[in-house]
């Protein structure tokens, strides 16, 4: 039997294969954000089935970057430098990042009732109500699932997303 050890040291095993794809980039974390932000849109099921996996982008033109790259293998990925809460609807996931943190509140609003999910780049900044948030842990990037707030916007995480992060 598989112990939660054994997915772990898997799935990071796994992430380091894709990540010579990429060719060498100068910010792992970056890269590693946006694989995540992938990954996300295959470990939950939404209420309305879509060919096309919608990641949006809000001030972390790193990560943009690394999806856009990530989407030249991915023809089904579309990828969204989001300006603004209008350019948030219709997403799949919407990463909020540091710098963007004195917008959170209104994109949050915005987004209620919606069924975008929610990432930001720092787990002690989801006072306005989050859905995943990534943290470092011993130097390694992990996530930490809100999955009472992923139940409220009708999203269903796989056991996969369950387990790999935090709760």
Known sequence: MINQRSIYLISTFSLVLVFKTFGQVENQQDKLKALFLYKFTEYVTWPEESEAARIGV??????????EDFRESRPH????????PADAEGLHVLLLSKASVDQHKDYIKALNGSTTMVVCEDKG???????????????????????????????????????????
């Open 125 to 167: 900044d989801t006072r306005w109500g989050v859905d995943i948030a990534f943290f470092e842990n011993n130097a390694r990037m992990s996530y930490i699932v809100y999955e009472s707030s992923l139940q409220r916007r009708n999203l269903v995480p796989s056991g996969k997303l369950l387990g790999l992060g935090a709760r």
């Open 77 to 84: 990925l579309q990828v969204v430098d989001v300006k603004s």
């Open 58 to 67: 809000l001030r972390a033109p790193e990560v943009l970057s690394q999806l």
